[in-house]
């Protein structure tokens, strides 16, 4: 069986559909799969060497790159392709394989889904990885287990490696237990304050007994704010910000004892190696996105009516008073109430 997944969304959402990929594998003797996701900002390298996937496609942004694409799946003679998207764009792409099987979701807006699809589903309003499981459900593809729900990721020795390095060239002692803070997102208007973020880092050994380790992307923006953090810092946590890939940061992330952050990649990527989650929720579902299948507490102001909004900020201004509302204490009770209940009889 010759599989196409795609799913042309940011690392995050690309990490969701790896237990219905991993499903797929099981359901098929022998299948080939590859698995399609954005060249920017899709986390290609995260799966190269993935055993669940045989072959990584990079989405091109260019309409040349496009049309050779195009070209090159007509050729390639997909027996089936399922797309995890749930948009046109995406859609269009599964019907271009001449693929006989297709599967989709039925788009919440825009045009029919019927014309792209051999099969759809609704997206339902459950967890966006039980939504990927419940599309490969309709080529008989069902977890069997609670092991077929987990995340699938696997992290190389070599970032393994790294991993470690960084922590040793940080002064951290070997064994010396952690939690890692990522506190920046590719959307700002997702994220806590500066402030607030300074606060929980003053004060996470102290409550938690673990020593703060911070984290970022290479961006710019991400780095800036990393820096203004730090800055307001009456302690001095250990900043890792911008030194890791994604699989290196995935190593970083199992290491730890806990993974404090905002909806963003790294609660999945946390999710999918284990580590127990403190998720900031803003203008985004908690209950389409929330950690999945590892221990986690959500903090979300979902008694307020406007929340969760699915904006970029309050009124378009990149800025979400809901997250700005939280304070480091709620944030510190919340780890505290997670640790201790995992280390319960």
């Not at 080939?32 to 290609?44: D, F, K, N, Q, W």
């Not at 996937?53 to 040349?64: A, H, L, M, Q």
């Not at 500066?194 to 102290?206: I, K, T």
């Not at 008694?303 to 809901?322: L, V």
Request: aromatic content about 6%; charged content about 25%.
């Amino acid at each position: 069986m010759n599989i196409l997944a795609i799913k042309l969304r940011h690392v995050g959402d690309n990490l969701l559909p790896t237990p219905a990929l991993a499903l797929l594998n099981k359901r098929y003797p022998e299948p080939r799969l590859s698995y399609m996701v954005p060249r920017e900002g899709g986390g290609a390298d995260l799966f190269r060497d993935q055993p669940i996937v045989d072959e990584v496609i990079e989405f091109p942004s260019d309409r040349g790159g496009r049309i050779r694409l195009a070209e090159q799946l007509r050729r390639r003679s997909f027996d089936l392709s399922v797309d995890f998207s749930w948009d046109s764009r995406s859609a269009l792409w599964g019907m271009i394989t001449g693929a006989p099987h297709r599967l989709g979701y039925i788009f919440r807006k825009r045009i029919p889904a019927w014309p792209f699809y051999t099969r759809v589903c609704p997206m339902g309003r459950s967890h966006t990885a039980l939504a990927n499981i419940d599309l490969v459900a309709l080529m008989d593809a069902r977890p069997e287990s609670a092991d077929d729900l987990k995340l699938k990721l696997h992290v190389p020795e070599i970032d393994q490696t790294r991993a470690a390095e960084l922590l040793k060239e940080a002064g951290m002692r070997d064994g010396e237990p952690f939690l890692v803070l990522h506190p920046a997102s590719r959307w700002m208007f997702k994220c806590w304050t500066d402030q607030g973020n300074a606060g929980f880092l003053d004060d996470a050994e102290r409550v938690l007994g673990l020593r703060p380790v911070v984290t970022s992307a290479p961006a710019p923006q991400e780095l800036e704010k990393i820096s203004r953090i730090v800055a307001l810092c009456k302690t001095k946590p250990v900043n890792l910000a911008g030194r890791t890939n994604l699989l290196t940061l995935a190593a970083l992330i199992q290491r730890a004892k806990l993974f404090v952050g905002v909806d963003s990649a790294p609660v999945h990527i946390a999710g999918a190696v284990g580590t127990p989650v403190v998720a900031l929720f803003g203008p985004s579902g908690q209950k389409e996105w929330h950690p999945w299948q590892v221990p986690y507490r959500t903090i979300q102001r979902l008694a307020w009516s406007c929340c969760p909004c699915a904006q970029d900020g309050c009124a378009g201004t990149k800025r979400s008073r809901c997250l700005e509302d939280i304070r480091p204490e709620e944030v510190l009770s919340a780890a505290k109430s997670l640790l201790t209940s995992l280390q319960a009889p």
